[in-house]
């Protein structure tokens, strides 16, 4: 038990300096954050930025073009294709007639 005591003492002791000298060994000089900062923005000035899509500015919503209409046309802008949706919607009429004589719809 003598013995026991005795090189826990030791051990403790030796244990003691070893603490005092890593404690007294020069640690590094602190960076201070201003500098931390400066090295950051200047890290990021050196990184590509990635490239952006430009978006074309947004049309004239709130304003709509009025053509000046006379007494006998119609509400409606004169198209020039008007008569070939006119054939085309009279043709699908007719397709939808045809499905509807069959039960299919």
Avoid: C, W
């Avoid at 990184?47 to 007494?71: A, N």
């Avoid at 070939?84 to 007719?94: A, F, I, N, Y």
């Amino acid at each position: 038990l003598k013995l026991q005591k005795e090189y826990s003492r030791q051990i403790k002791e030796y244990n003691m300096k070893n603490i005092t000298l890593v404690q007294k060994l020069p640690t590094k000089p602190q960076v201070t954050s201003s500098v931390l900062r400066q090295k950051a923005l200047e890290y990021a000035k050196k990184i590509p930025r990635p490239k952006t899509f430009m978006t074309r500015p947004p049309d004239k919503e709130g304003k709509e073009e009025v053509l000046p209409q006379t007494s006998h046309e119609s509400n409606f802008p004169k198209i020039p294709s008007l008569e070939t949706l006119r054939s085309r919607h009279e043709k699908e009429k007719e397709v939808v007639a045809a499905f509807k004589a069959l039960h299919i719809l």
